[in-house]
């Protein structure tokens, strides 16, 4: 055989029939493939969000200091001629000197109230220090806490100096005064926020910051120390809140070019569209522009808040680009605070964006604290010019023509880009910088439907991109979106509100605070709307309504229950999914949504969904009913009764398919233990003591005594691979520690030594010092306990201990624990040991309160009574007290258990640690009910109190934030496998060339005929007795299983590639092997004769083994109920205890799994709804040995312990679909084979060596071969019409399709050619003529044709 690399370079041939069986694979549906078998059901990990604005500030008070002094220069500048001279567009030499200074005030003052109207505004012209000093300290006293602004115009005064001083004027202006930095920032305290529009005002930042810092270093000392001087002054406040605009570096002078305006700085803070479109004139390239001056810009029409003027329009555009550049170049953290923080800051550190452009044009830096990266080379400002441009050229027409104004193209050319940027980016890459765009385009009309699909598609990106637009500030505008009544943004809006909320749910508060919620409940109760935009919504609602009061008191008025109720049978899953779990929550501790549930009889139409195809819909629905009965209020007769009913129902779901369904099962009936928990308790203590009155005889000691399984005591047998997904509950074969807590209860009526089974009680050999809590691993009900309860309870009538049918309920919710207990998946059976173990612990430590009674006659310990409610149990509801014997305790008489024999079969109990077992102590033989009886070293916690409540309602499996993954992730991307260059789908591609090239190569050997079958090509000791083996169909792997371990080996290789544990217990066994998805991600499944299934992934790779999920596939198949079929003659038994165990049989092209054993009936899982579809009754008494099917014809056929081979028919009623039975064989079949051709045959063979043929729709043989009797295993070749026999006699024979011998094995090659062991199991290779057989010697071999034909 080649290997699969030759493959690769193989040429194509033309399309033929492997090509076709290629095609075929593309076709075949995978199972277990779906993102609930290979994620782990939980929510994501949250993302710290920082996008909400802790501290939101306002501007509330500014200070205007003009030190103008027109007419007067200082004397430290000289100044050109002609000179910059207009302050706020004001030429002062144009009126008298005060005139000129009080119009720049009121100018001044003008042009900042466009930016903040509200703030209240103190002008100080050509002030004094004290002036400065009571303005500042009367602004900042009513600002409290708020942020002031001190605005400083030094033109008229010189410039700052080193020491960090600026000038005023004294009274009669006849000197400079000047001001300390020092005592401004004392006066002006923090929040504030300082603008310089003087030469060298650099100097002043730098003083600044240095005064701060000693400001810091006082306040350190004088906390250090509280006697130093410093700490008797009043405390300075800290200046660290502080932001500081300054006009140039502290070298600079400001620009005198008479074309601009002396106070450049300030009209670029203050004015900027107005020096922006003035500057834009000046530069060269505004020639290129026709007929625009400067005294046409004055005219341009329109006023900068209204956008739909050309005015308005600039100022828009400009605001988004500055904002833009602010993003892309800002540091995050930086950003929000100088952009979202407040308004005002906002508005001047956009313009010191453009400052920062023109002023460097003119040799001038202005300087800020906190200080940002350079942006006057950005990118962004070309668009700006280009803006301007545009606009400018329209301007002579519109003024003299009056033509109408165009729209700039801005807005939508940055969508496109926006729109690039997500079409044809890689994944990992920069954000797009047009974000911040996009907000400002939620304002405008126009183009408000595209920007927010194209914000919807870039948010569907992942949680990151949430993320990003969150801080971006987007949230207020999709908030304030919500109040628009546009049917076309509907979709939009809610797409967009899912993946906000995915990812931050916190916004629940501010939907509800703004009525949001009411736009969800009406695109939810809109039937015209799409079914997953409607899912979208309800989801939205789930969040609103999650843990939050307020929020389900607004969904309740809103109607939302009702109309959830009317969609629960939506054809689309999803939307049924969220619905259920809208409704669970919206019920969830909170009694007005409950009692309106019960009004709509809201628990009955849920009923409907716990039988949905789609297991995560039947897992909501049962989340739901479980919070349904979960609420802690008082509860009444009627409220009793529905709990009562829910719990029967969910009942049902005990085998579902699917163990996130039993997962929440579990957490559903555990709020009702806790609701009801002294009825459980009552229950618990019943099971408790019957337990200890009964035997079972385990299976695992009652081995017959013709079985050839040696011991698995050999030393050749290696340690097994831990698997993760596998806790070690199981994996003890010891009875669980038990907790003494129980030693009262486990006396026996002698009081001498107890016997106790291996399944039975047993009390801690180590006195652990907390109570049994699965924190520390040691439960008060073994596992084997449990599962004892679990088979004791299935046959022994429990209703006539506890003798009121109103317990019934109980008993049967506790049965279905119990039975949950056992689940072969361990995240399942996990939860509910945590339930039954914290009943357990609080029966047993209520039921020895205090000595009761002290009646010295007392030879028999009465079972206990829980009496944590006072003398008698009342029932929640109020139902009478339950005349049952756990009841009757107080009185004298004290009624005996229903006595019953000793069983003879009980093994003797051998205690954990060896020596003696930790109860034998001698007791007195008359001694007081619930004596402790000897004291023991270390009582552990004898008061109930001490315990740790470790039931409590938080109990909860992760499926609700595990469905809300689903929404966070990007649901508009191609699937990996559906995207052709993907690496899936590259691999996929590989494997079903491999799978092309086995099938191709194979059958040229099998259509030349095989002639021998004998030549050994693999032998190895395997570390178990081989039960079953299973040859991988495409790759050298093979499968091999003992009793309740599987091996891997690679047969070509001649290596182990992994051995791991399969979890059964003990008593159990695998019988069945089958690999699904063979041609493609090959899982196993494995089957055991409880009935149990399970299914693994990643063995045989350098991974560790993980359970994929596991199920009961046959409830009734309880080992107890076994052997009703034991094999007549001795040499059928190879090594198997009693039936045939489980048997399977899997169609890959329908996702079918057929299973029967020791039960009357095939039933049918379908594994893509994870349920069972069909039972189909054997109308036999014995057991099914033996399945095949063909997806074809529908038909089934069943090989029978009694001989018989029935056909079924499974598209027929379950009374006509037997369509014949074959009674030719005298005895138990061992194999029975369909043909998968449209007429092909069954084959049979029964342990007598007879093989027959039969045609299905003729009602006898058409052909019968005798092989060697004492048959043990048998398997057919499907393509190669061959059979193999394996005998108890030690030997194999291969025979052809005309019954002729071919091979006939009887010893290992190599080793002096040793006897094969008896055959325990035999299977062919589907496709190459390779056949492996398993010996009860441990060995494993594998035949194959001559090597010339290979």
Not at 805 to 828: K, M
Request: charged share 20%; hydrophobic share 40%.
């Amino acid at each position: 055989m080649k290997m699969d690399s030759d493959l690769l370079h193989s040429p194509a041939v033309g399309l033929t029939e492997e090509e076709e069986a290629d095609m075929n694979d593309w076709k075949l549906p995978l199972a277990f493939m779906k993102k609930r078998h290979s994620e782990k059901i939980e929510g994501s990990k949250a993302l710290a969000q920082s996008w909400r604005m802790k501290d939101r500030m306002k501007t509330v008070s500014v200070a205007l200091v003009l030190c103008l002094n027109v007419g007067v220069d200082p004397p430290d500048v000289v100044k050109t001629s002609p000179c910059a001279r207009l302050e706020c567009w004001i030429d002062p030499l144009s009126m008298s000197p005060q005139k000129a200074l009080e119009t720049i005030g009121a100018s001044l003052q003008k042009q900042y109230e466009n930016w903040q109207p509200r703030a209240r505004y103190k002008q100080s012209l050509d002030p004094t220090v004290d002036e400065v000093k009571k303005l500042c300290t009367s602004l900042r006293r009513n600002a409290k806490e708020e942020r002031v602004l001190f605005h400083y115009n030094g033109h008229g005064v010189p410039r700052p100096t080193v020491n960090g001083e600026i000038w005023v004027f004294n009274k009669n202006y006849t000197q400079y005064i000047p001001l300390s930095i020092y005592d401004l920032q004392t006066w002006m305290g923090s929040p504030s926020i300082f603008v310089y529009d003087c030469s060298n005002a650099g100097i002043i930042v730098k003083s600044f910051k240095q005064f701060a810092l000693q400001r810091e270093q006082e306040l350190e000392v004088a906390a250090i120390n509280p006697s130093h001087p410093l700490a008797q002054m009043p405390l300075p406040p800290s200046m660290k809140n502080c932001i500081q605009l300054a006009a140039c570096e502290a070298s600079e002078l400001l620009p005198m070019n008479p074309d601009l305006p002396a106070d450049l700085f300030t009209s670029c803070l203050t004015t900027p569209i107005k020096i922006a479109l003035r500057w834009f004139c000046m530069q060269k390239s505004a020639k290129l522009v026709p007929g625009v001056t400067l005294d046409l810009i004055e005219k341009i029409p329109g006023r900068l808040n209204d956008r739909r003027t050309p005015l308005g329009e600039l100022n828009w555009i400009f605001t988004a680009i500055t904002d833009t550049i602010a993003w892309n170049v800002l540091p995050r953290d930086l950003f929000q605070k100088l952009f979202r923080q407040d308004l005002l800051v906002a508005s001047l550190f956009r313009n010191f964006l453009l400052a920062e452009r023109i002023m460097r044009s003119y040799n001038c830096t202005p300087v800020s604290s906190p200080r940002l990266p350079p942006t006057y080379m950005h990118a962004m400002w070309q668009a700006w010019d280009l803006a301007v441009d545009i606009c400018l050229s329209q301007l002579p027409t519109i003024i003299e023509e009056g033509t109408a104004f165009r729209h700039s193209p801005f807005f939508a050319e940055q969508l496109t880009a926006f729109q690039v940027w997500l079409t044809m980016g890689v994944e990992n890459r920069n954000p797009p910088e047009q974000l911040p765009i996009v907000l400002q385009v939620l304002l405008s009309q126009v183009h408000r439907l595209r920007a927010l699909d194209l914000l919807g598609r870039f948010l569907d990106l992942g949680p990151w991109a949430v993320s990003l637009a969150l801080s971006v500030g987007i949230f207020p505008y999709v908030l304030k979106l919500l109040q628009s009544s546009a049917r076309e943004l509907r979709p939009l809006l809610v797409f967009i509100w899912a993946k906000i909320l995915a990812v931050d749910s916190s916004c629940q508060a501010d939907l509800v605070k703004d009525n949001g919620h009411k736009y969800f409940l009406s695109v939810l109760a809109d039937s015209y709307m799409p079914a997953e935009h409607r899912t979208m919504a309800v989801f939205i609602l789930a969040v609103i309504v999650n843990s939050y009061n307020t929020g389900q008191e607004a969904c309740l008025q809103g109607n939302l229950i009702a109309n959830c109720l009317e969609q629960l049978s939506d054809p689309h899953p999803l939307l049924r999914q969220w619905v259920a779990i809208c409704l669970g929550r919206i019920w969830q501790n909170f009694e007005p949504a409950r009692w309106c549930g019960v009004r709509d009889s809201a628990h009955e139409k849920l009923y409907t969904l716990l039988s949905d195809p789609i297991p995560e819909v039947r897992c909501a629905a049962v989340f739901a009913l479980g919070t349904f009965v979960g609420n802690s209020a008082e509860r009444t007769d009627h409220s009793t009764t529905i709990d009562h009913n829910v719990a029967m129902m969910l009942a049902q779901l005990i085998n579902d398919g699917s163990p996130v369904v039993r997962k929440e099962l579990v957490v559903a009936l555990s709020h009702l233990v806790v609701q009801y928990e002294s009825n459980f308790c009552t229950v618990a203590l019943q099971f408790i003591e019957e337990e200890k009155n009964y035997t079972v005889p385990s299976p695992a000691n009652t081995a017959e005594p013709g079985s050839l399984t040696p011991v698995r005591d050999s030393p050749a047998i290696p340690r097994l691979r831990s698997v993760n997904s596998y806790t070690n509950i199981r994996a003890a074969t010891t009875a669980r520690n038990l907790n003494k807590s129980l030693q009262n209860l486990n006396l026996n009526e002698e009081g001498g030594p107890a016997a106790f089974s291996p399944g039975n009680l047993s009390t801690s050999s180590s006195t652990s010092s907390t109570l049994g809590s699965p924190d520390n691993d040691e439960y008060i009900l073994s596992f084997e306990t449990i599962d004892k309860m679990r088979r004791v309870s299935s046959y022994s009538s429990l209703n006539s201990l506890i003798g009121v049918s109103f317990n019934s309920v109980y008993t049967q919710i506790w049965r279905v624990l119990l039975h949950l207990a056992a689940d072969p998946f361990p995240e399942v059976s996990d939860l509910a040991m945590k339930v039954l173990n914290s009943i357990a612990y609080k029966a047993t430590m209520n039921a020895r309160p205090q000595r009761i009674l002290d009646s010295g006659s007392l030879t028999q310990s009465a079972p206990a009574s829980p009496t944590s409610k006072g003398t008698h149990i009342h029932q929640a509801g109020g139902s009478p007290p339950m005349p049952s014997a756990s009841s009757s305790s107080l009185t004298n008489e004290v009624p005996k258990p229903p006595a019953r024999e000793q069983t003879a079969t009980r093994p003797p109990y051998t205690p954990t640690l060896g020596g003696q077992a930790p109860h034998s102590h001698q007791f007195p033989r008359t001694r007081k009910m619930f004596d402790k009886g000897p004291e023991q070293a270390g009582e552990d916690g004898d008061e109930p109190g001490g315990h740790r409540n470790y039931i409590s309602a938080a109990l909860q499996t992760g499926l609700c934030d595990w469905s809300a993954k689903y929404f966070a992730q990007p649901v508009m991307k191609i699937p990996e496998e559906h995207d052709l260059e993907s690496q899936v789908r590259m691999e996929r591609q590989w494997r079903f060339l491999r799978n092309t090239r086995v099938r191709r190569q194979s059958r040229g050997i099998t259509q030349r005929g095989v002639s021998r079958l004998d030549d050994q090509i693999f032998i190895n000791r395997n570390p178990g007795v081989p039960s079953v083996v299973k040859f991988h169909p495409f790759n050298t792997c093979i499968a091999v299983a003992d009793k309740d371990s599987i091996c891997f080996w690679d047969w070509e290789k001649g290596e182990r590639l992994d051995y791991f544990y399969n979890g059964n217990p003990r008593y159990t066994r695998i019988t069945a092997m089958e690999y699904l998805n063979g041609h493609d991600c090959s899982l196993l499944l494995t089957a055991t004769d409880d009935g149990a299934l399970r299914i693994w992934k990643n063995f045989a790779d350098q991974k560790n083994p993980e359970m994929v999920t596991a199920w009961q596939g046959l409830s009734d198949m309880l080992p107890t109920t076994r052997g009703l079929a034991r094999r007549v003659s001795i040499y059928l038994d190879r090594s198997k205890q009693g039936g045939a165990g489980m048997v399977v049989d899997w169609e890959q092209e329908t996702g079918l799994l057929m299973t029967s054993g020791d039960v009357r009936v095939v039933r049918i899982w379908d594994t893509d709804r994870e349920m069972k579809v069909q039972d189909i009754p054997t109308g036999a008494d014995s057991c099914v040995t033996s399945l095949s099917c063909d997806s074809q014809r529908s038909l089934i056929v069943a090989g029978l312990g009694d001989g018989s081979v029935r056909v079924f028919d499974r598209r027929m009623g379950p009374n006509e679909c037997r369509v014949m039975t074959y009674r030719e064989h005298g005895a138990w079949v061992v194999k029975a084979h369909l043909q998968k051709e449209t007429d092909g045959h069954i084959i049979s063979v029964s342990v007598n060596g007879d093989v027959r043929f039969f045609e299905p729709r003729s009602p006898d043989s058409i052909n019968v071969l005798q092989t060697v009797k004492g048959l043990t295993a048998l398997d057919i070749h499907p393509q190669a019409n061959l059979f193999a026999c394996g005998s108890m006699n030690q030997f194999i024979a291969v025979y052809n399709a005309n019954g002729d011998v071919i091979s006939n094995i009887k010893y290992y090659d190599g080793f002096m050619g040793q006897r094969i062991g008896a055959i325990s199991c035999l299977a062919f290779h589907p496709h190459w003529p390779h056949l492996a057989v398993g010996s009860n010697d441990y060995y494993m071999s594998i035949y194959s044709a001559e090597k010339r034909l290979r």
